[in-house]
T-cell receptor, first 111, second 115 residues
Framework: EDQVTQSPEALRLQEGESSSLNCSYTVSGLRGLFWYRQDPGKGPEFLFTLYSAGEEKEKERLKATLTKKESFLHITAPKPEDSATYLCAVEGDNYGQNFVFGPGTRLSVLP | DTEVTQTPKHLVMGMTNKKSLKCEQHMGHRAMYWYKQKAKKPPELMFVYSYEKLSINESVPSRFSPECPNSSLLNLHLHALQPEDSALYLC??????????????FGPGTRLLVL
């Protein structure tokens, strides 16, 4: 069975304190790994798609990387507005039935 | 434009009511999705429509009935719901139907409360 786990469950950072979020996955034939940001009571906002091990993508203070077993979302010098829940999702060989979200990491950035 | 809109934003209904949730996108996407999200949990896939045809039904109870009138619209008809069905209902769309590695764009959701 395909599984996605994320760690830590919650993370509290001081403004400017860089850190990384982890997404570990077990899926048959990874087709894509997706990172989303979700604010309370709102829909997930797309951040990145990674397709193959070694791939990296950046957007402002965020950088996503992918290996064969996990992905990291690095946050450099975070600001309070980066506070949100960060979700990763994976899609495997069996499309749709294998689009699985991880439980998320709740990030709080304190001023 | 990567906007998916959902109405209503909030909905309160009794267990005997019939209501509908609406989702709309004008990005020319051919796949549309319904998700259910409980508090502090990730979204759970309910239905997938591909070229206006239901392609995935993740064992959702029949009190939820999806409908895709055209490629831009997706409805979720609700009937005889239970209090445990209270959740945030999210709609999403992606460019290609039955797509592989296609990014899904989410709407803001409808917050449903069943009394």
């Amino acid at each position: 069975e395909d599984q996605v786990t994320q760690s830590p469950e919650a993370l509290r950072l001081q403004e400017g304190e860089s850190s990384s979020l982890n997404c570990s996955y077990t899926v048959s034939g990874l087709r894509g790994l997706f990172w989303y940001r979700q604010d309370p009571g709102k829909g997930p906002e797309f951040l990145f798609t990674l397709y193959s091990a070694g791939e990296e993508k950046e957007k402002e203070r965020l950088k996503a990387t992918l290996t064969k077993k996990e992905s990291f979302l690095h946050i450099t010098a975070p600001k309070p507005e980066d506070s949100a829940t960060y979700l990763c999702a994976v899609e495997g060989d069996n499309y749709g039935q294998n689009f699985v979200f991880g439980p998320g990491t709740r990030l709080s950035v304190l001023p | 434009d990567t906007e998916v809109t959902q109405t209503p934003k909030h909905l309160v209904m009794g267990m005997t009511n019939k209501k509908s949730l609406k989702c709309e996108q004008h990005m020319g996407h051919r796949a549309m999705y319904w998700y259910k999200q409980k508090a502090k949990k990730p979204p759970e896939l309910m239905f997938v429509y591909s070229y206006e045809k239901l392609s995935i039904n993740e064992s959702v109870p029949s009190r939820f009935s999806p409908e895709c009138p055209n490629s831009s619209l997706l409805n979720l008809h609700l009937h005889a719901l239970q209090p445990e069905d209270s959740a945030l209902y999210l709609c999403a769309s992606s460019r290609e139907a039955a797509s592989l590695m296609e990014t899904q764009y989410f709407g803001p959701g409808t917050r449903l409360l069943v009394l």
